[in-house]
């Protein structure tokens, strides 16, 4: 198959205009001149998006597709306090709501030109979703608990629900990783179980770190509503929690967590200090802008980042925080809140997002060598996005158009491993309209 566009942008190389990408069997196995690529494929079929772009699809470095059903249930509450309502909520739930409301993110990701997402779960719903899409990515085993004697216990669980989860992503696009969810509902023993496990096993250690100040407080002093009633809701009030000193970062270095191969999301709460470690330790980062803004998080450092090396790709954190999964949204306010803060027009580019967006995320899911850019020999995860709309025309440079006039709406094709999962409008792995009426009930529920 041939896809040919006003613009092809690799990534790795020089936007290509009037260009064309080839893909079979579902790699890409030659990028040129659209003239040229066509005439040597004369038979073979064909798709013209005209005045749009192909580029890598978007990897989404942080979601959890499960919580989609969440858009706009919690909204305009400080982070703990939205952490709060999130966790009473989702005990109405069942599996199946679960399930539906994965399926609703899966349909949102693939509308939005994401292709790929690493995703924590607890429930395991994000996986069958995500399978049933046709979406790449990782799907990170949701561990947490706060007493120490449990720690054996859970762990064991974890390893089963590993091994099984292992078993159905097989022969899909989907791989397995473990997650000790946060600092405020993982105690230090599991932190470093799971570490030393994911180590043996040569699984992405994903986690929530260093986000709002009140995690921050948690550590440090011991304090605030994540040490108080969040601790109550979930029984872990007897449980001894001592001020500690130090930031989140220097906690986990403290019990060799970083040992393992890790995926950060967040950090925010971050001084020179700490960046270092996640330097020294290869730590990628999924950086949240959009989701941080909303809660009042704050904004990561994310030049700084830059500037020490660091992997970093771009997360949505899913519809419950950030109300859509909207990637253009999340470069163009990524990009804006950086430059705003630093007071400079040079402070980053919209070419550097589109990066971070495609193979900086791959990177950081260390998934480089198979997509986030478009090379011959790396799979076809691609997407077209128009540029024809009166709010993008003229689109001079392609960089610029996409960050700073597309949006989730001008997506015309999410393809992944050279299969089609959206084309002009319709979905080729899911049943929207189903999706969508079986969400509505649960939508009610939580209300
Ligand atoms: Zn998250």
Redesign the pocket.
């Known amino acids: 198959m041939i896809l040919t566009a006003k613009w092809i942008l690799p990534i790795t190389s020089e936007p290509i205009e009037d260009g064309a990408v080839r893909v079979l069997d579902g790699k890409i196995v030659a990028l040129g001149k659209k003239v040229a690529l066509t005439q040597s494929y004369l038979e073979e079929e064909r798709l013209d998006f005209g005045q749009a772009v192909i580029l890598p699809g978007f990897v989404d470095a ?1 979601t ?1 597709l499960e919580f989609s059903i969440f858009r706009g249930i919690c909204d305009d509450l400080p982070f703990s306090h939205w952490k709060l309502q999130l966790t009473k909520k989702s005990n109405s739930l069942s599996w199946n709501d679960w399930k539906i409301s994965a399926e609703l993110g899966v349909l949102e990701a693939i509308q939005s030109g994401i292709t790929c997402i690493a995703d ?1 779960t607890a429930t395991g719903a994000s996986l069958e979703a995500a399978k049933k899409g046709g979406l790449r990515g990782i799907i990170f085993v949701e561990v947490s608990e706060m007493n120490h004697l449990k720690v054996g216990e859970v762990l064991s669980e974890a390893k089963e629900k590993v091994a099984q989860w292992r078993d159905k992503t097989k022969n899909t696009n989907l791989k397995i990783g473990i997650s000790p969810y946060s600092v405020y509902n993982a105690c230090p023993q599991l932190f470093q179980k799971v570490s030393e496990y994911a180590c043996k096993e040569k699984l992405l250690l994903g986690l ?1 770190l260093a986000g709002s100040k009140d995690e921050y407080n948690f550590v440090k002093y011991g304090s605030g509503p994540l040490a108080n009633e969040y601790r109550e809701l979930k029984g872990w009030q007897n449980l001894l929690w001592q001020p500690l000193g130090v930031s989140p970062v220097k906690y986990l270095e403290n019990w060799d967590v970083f040992e393992a191969e890790v995926l950060a ?1 967040h950090c925010i709460q971050v001084n020179d200090y700490d960046i270092d470690v996640l330097k020294r330790y290869g730590v990628s980062i999924a950086h949240c802008p959009k989701c941080s803004a909303k809660l009042g998080m704050g904004v990561a450092p994310l030049s700084k980042f830059l500037k020490r090396g660091l992997n970093i790709g771009i997360g949505t ?1 899913s519809p419950a925080s950030n109300n859509t999964m909207d990637f253009f949204d999340e470069m163009r306010v990524g990009l804006l809140l950086q430059r705003g803060i630093a007071q400079d027009v040079n402070e980053l580019s919209a070419k550097k997002f589109v990066e971070l967006a495609t193979l900086g995320g791959a990177k950081a899911l260390r998934l480089e060598r198979e997509i986030g850019s478009l090379e011959e020999g790396k799979k076809a995860d691609l997407i077209a996005v128009d540029l024809s709309h009166s709010h993008q025309v003229p689109a001079m440079e392609p960089y610029s158009a996409l960050v700073y006039t597309a949006n989730q709406e001008n997506i015309l094709l999410t393809m992944v491993g050279g299969k089609i999962l959206y084309l002009n409008g319709e979905y080729k792995t899911i049943d929207a309209k189903e999706v969508l009426e079986l969400s509505e009930p649960i939508r009610r529920k939580l209300r």
């Open positions: 942080h959890h924590i929530h999301v954190d």
